[in-house]
T-cell receptor, first 113, second 115 residues
């Protein structure tokens, strides 16, 4: 079985500052990893995913994440955030033989001016 | 494509009543998921269908919950009888060939309030 821990429930930052949202996973098998974003009153939208290959993955809206197998982490980063990045961010994992995504509890990113 | 369509968007019902949530997946997708989102527990997988067949329903909390997928374009999640602790946002998601090699597309959710 897999599990996901998002280490910060809330991350407040100022506009144009860099941000890192932390995600650690647990699994006895190889995994695929995802980051989703949820804007208020909306469904979840895929930001990026790691399936294989380069451990640095680039996604939409200037976000990127790095897969670190030894530390079982998949942290999300953005060098300069905008007010419009304010949202809930979810890390998710699925085992390579799995069937459905397992989500972390989410991190609320609040960007202020 | 219009994406995954869920109805209703909001539902308020009294304890003990039957509630039915509906989902239309994206055409051509053969995997469908129901998730429940609460502040305390986050996003929990309730049930997963593949080619209209329930594959994993281990997340369904109890017998009051049931889900069906009578055809490739429609699924329902039913709660009977409903209880206040069922209040949550329920999401439906679909995926074209299993979620591992692609993304799961989410609907906008149904916010259920049981009073």
């Amino acid at each position: 079985a897999q599990s996901v821990t998002q280490l910060d429930s809330q991350v407040p930052v100022f506009e144009e500052a860099p941000v890192e949202l932390r995600c650690n996973y647990s699994s006895s098998v190889s995994v695929y990893l995802f980051w989703y974003v949820q804007y208020p009153n909306q469904g979840l939208q895929l930001l990026l995913k790691y399936l294989s290959g380069s451990t640095l993955v680039k996604g939409i809206n200037g976000f990127e994440a790095e897969f670190n197998k030894s530390q079982t982490s998949f942290h999300l980063r953005k060098p300069s955030v905008h007010i419009s990045d304010t949202a809930e961010y979810f890390c998710a994992v699925i085992g390579q033989a799995g069937t459905a995504l397992i989500f972390g509890k989410g991190t609320t990113l609040s960007v202020s001016s | 494509d219009a994406g995954v369509i869920q109805s209703p968007r909001h539902e308020v019902t009294e304890m003990g009543q039957e509630v039915t949530l509906r989902c239309k997946p994206i055409s051509g997708h053969n995997s469908l998921f129901w998730y429940r989102q609460t502040m305390m527990r986050g996003l929990e997988l309730l049930i997963y269908f593949n080619n209209n067949v329930p594959i994993d329903d281990s997340g369904m909390p109890e017998d009051r919950f049931s889900a069906k997928m009578p055809n490739a374009s429609f699924s329902t999640l039913k709660i009977q009888p409903s209880e206040p602790r069922d209040s949550a946002v329920y999401f439906c998601a679909s995926s074209p060939r299993g979620v591992r090699n692609t993304e799961a597309f989410f609907g906008q959710g149904t916010r259920l309030t049981v009073v």
